[in-house]
């Protein structure tokens, strides 16, 4: 069942490891099929190397198991709430990459700062609220999940076009089209919070880039008229 979707995710959480991203098994991947209202995601604990197809885990949105044989992710629940609060993203992907998880530790959003920012993040990263000790109780994942949706929603930040967030306490999670999309955005935004924390060194007062050059770089790339890459 959904064997490309299977190799895809599969493919998109043995790049965590080799991109640098993860140590050991510190991040997921999963990725969707709408139609189906299926999801893959990696199963808990398992080596990056020694994952295959085969042992991704598909769940349906109402969060129940329907192939598989190992134990999904622990961040299952956090992934199924974004599924299912934005139908517009295909692949979500989570990680405690060591610069975007300093930003989240220290609850301070990675502001954009140049235009290797602008061209994947429209603006600043947000940091979200930790959790309360009610919530870790109840059901700590998915109120995880339901705090990324709550600050997304009070703010009116579009998911589409801030693909990832900084939650407090935690670290990273970065969404996209697709399982392979998403990874590509924790790339970046690793990439963006080393060059933030290097920026910062060198220039404690370095100011957000002027919002003119964040909007050309931002929708020559993702905008209607974008003209970035190749047509398809």
């Known amino acids: 069942m959904l064997e490309e979707l299977r190799q895809e995710i599969c493919a998109a959480n043995q790049l965590l490891e080799s991109s640098g ?3 050991l098994t510190f991040g997921n991947v999963s990725g969707i099929d709408r139609d189906q209202g299926v999801f893959g ?3 808990s604990g398992v080596a990056y190397d020694d994952l295959t197809p085969e042992q991704i885990v598909l769940i349906d ?3 129940k198991v329907v192939e598989g044989d190992l134990r999904p992710s622990s961040d299952t629940k956090t992934h199924l709430e974004l599924y299912r609060a934005w139908p517009s ?3 979500v992907t989570h990680t405690h990459s060591i610069h975007a ?3 989240a530790q220290a609850g301070h959003a990675l502001p954009c700062l140049g235009t290797t920012h ?3 993040f429209y603006g600043e990263v947000p940091v979200c609220r930790p959790l309360t000790p009610e919530e870790v109780e109840q059901d700590y994942e998915a109120h995880t999940g339901l705090a990324i949706i709550e600050h997304f929603a009070q ?3 579009d998911p589409t076009t801030m693909p ?6 935690h670290a990273p999670f970065t969404w996209g089209k697709n399982a392979m999309d998403s990874i590509k955005n924790s790339i970046a935004l690793e990439v963006c919070a080393e060059m933030a924390l290097a920026t910062f060194q060198l220039q404690p007062n370095t100011e957000a880039i002027p919002a003119h050059i964040l909007e050309k770089h931002h929708q020559r790339k993702h905008g209607a008229n974008a003209y970035y890459g190749q047509a398809k």
């Open 164 to 169: 990832a967030v900084l939650q407090q306490h």
């Open 89 to 91: 993203i295909g692949g």
């Open 101 to 103: 998880t300093s930003f």
């Open 118 to 120: 602008a061209d994947h």
């Open 41 to 43: 995601i990696k199963p």
């Open 61 to 63: 949105l109402d969060g």
């Open 155 to 157: 703010h009116h930040i």
């Open 21 to 23: 991203l993860v140590k």
